[in-house]
């Protein structure tokens, strides 16, 4: 179990919501319990020290699959130690660890690397893409202007170092073209859809799972920057990627239970 952590709790779980009307369960229930609260960037970035944070009233793209990934791991893995807080930390810090902002995965190829390095999610794409691309990153880096704790020049080194070390790895993929309405045979309601970009120095923009609608495309349930909230987007995933010239694609993702 990993100890010692300091968090700061603002709510968990607890919220009354009409959700959609199929019956599903594991990952995209949890999801679903989202389903209208508020999308907020920037709610890590409230304390100059690094601290583990945990709003999931608040929530933006990245720490709303972090919550419900923590959430569904608990529940599938009763006999394991760890509880909700323990996994939210495994998912969002460099093994776990909390040592200063530069230890928060801020480039979900590497979130992505720690969580199959502990058997928290599975690949799915390396499986059954045959699509592969060499990543380089340098965004952060480069615009430090959009990051307050890249004014700490040992910060700012930390994120060159770190994508120094990303940067050309291979990745598998699936580009956008090869997206059907109605999804791909091995995608499955609460896999993860990462989405990738062509922005330079950039891998991934956004996160989300997938979800299968009752007309039979895939959607996306995710909290939405455009919509401000939480929401199954009116928009199949298909229609999503070809309508955003900065979406290149997507990686596929998969919860493990043990």
Partial sequence: MIKKWAVIFISIYQISINVYSQNYSGTVKNAQYYIGRPYVAHTLEANDKEKLIIDTI???????????????????????????????????????IINGYTSRLHYITEWIDNAV??????????????????INISY???????????????NLNKIK?????????????????SMKLNGLSYINDGDVIAITTNIKGLDVVHLGFAIYKEDGSLG???ASSKHK?????PLPLSTLLNDNRRWSGIRVLRMKTH
């Fill in 161 to 177: 170092e770190i994508e120094h070390s990303i940067t050309n790895k291979i990745i598998h993929w699936i580009p956008k073209d």
């Fill in 229 to 233: 909230k939480v929401l199954i987007d």
């Fill in 58 to 96: 608040h929530v933006d793209c990245t720490t709303f699959v972090e919550y419900v990934l923590a959430k569904s791991l608990f529940e599938s893995n009763q006999n394991h130690p760890m509880n909700f807080v323990d996994y939210v930390k495994l998912l969002r810090y460099r093994n776990g």
């Fill in 220 to 222: 996306l349930l995710h």
């Fill in 117 to 134: 390095k502990y058997d928290l999610i599975e690949d799915i794409t390396s499986l059954y893409s045959s699509n592969t691309q060499k």
């Fill in 140 to 154: 952060m880096s480069n615009n430090p202007q959009y990051y307050k704790h890249l004014n700490n020049i040992d």
